[in-house]
């Protein structure tokens, strides 16, 4: 037997005692899968590929017919006040990628190769890829930030892949606000929100074209007040990547 074939006998023998011994599991719903099933099992896979299809307002982030959209805009949102400039998502918010992005600000930090994958893949397919200059993670509130260890936006705009744009964490959250989801209402959120951002002063977003990251969007209050804050400092356009819209409904 020549060298060639016994590395490879000896590496497959291995790969199987590997296996036996700690046998790979499903990274979001923990089943056994084989290995070669690229960390998430058939279930999680099929789950997460109908997340992620379908057509989505580049406004808004609600799922839209591209023979809806007139202007930009979708029917939903052609009447609101919509601060930032265009929206990217990787899916809607359900079945597995809700339970990854939930799971992932609750420290399963592991789940971030599959959420690059696919926040990469929403950011290159975006109209405004090309036009972004800065990313800007949602920021949290120190003492929240200071709770949970990190902060997953940042953690997300870490693995974006850009050939030019930087990473800024110069908008920062001056009030600690309440769990939006304990809001009843898009009013409500908005108000919760307002004011709670600020740029640190001395720095300057003048003619800045800044895409913001973050986890999920339900009704973009979040997102609109922090794009406002960014405008008011000087920025010319202000995007937004997310990895699920939720509150198709709201």
Known sequence: MDKVKLKQGVAFV??????????AVCVNCKQSICGTDNALCRKCWD???????GDYCPRCGRDASKFAIVNGACPNC??????????????????????MILSFKKGRTELDLTLEFLANSALQGSLFCNDVEIFVPVPLHWTRRLIRGYNQSLVLAKKLKHPA???????????????????????????????AFAVR???????????????????????????????DAGASKVFALVLAVAGQNV
Not at 80 to 95: E, M
Not at 203 to 226: M, Q, S, W, Y
Request: glycine share 6%; net charge positive.
């Open 14 to 23: 291995l790969q199987g005692l590997n296996h036996l011994l700690w046998p």
């Open 47 to 53: 789950e997460l590929l109908f997340c992620t299809a």
């Open 78 to 99: 052609q009447d609101k006040q919509i601060h930032f400039d265009g929206v990217a998502r990787s899916g809607v918010y359900g079945d597995a990628l809700r339970q």
């Open 165 to 195: 744009a930087k990473i800024s964490t110069e908008l920062v959250r001056i009030r600690r606000t309440k769990f939006q989801p304990a809001m009843a209402s898009p009013a409500a959120r908005a108000r919760n929100v307002a004011g």
């Open 201 to 231: 002063r001395g720095h300057n977003f003048a003619d800045r074209k800044i895409c913001l990251v973050d986890d999920i969007k339900t009704t973009g209050a979040t997102l609109n007040e922090c794009a406002k804050t960014l405008k």
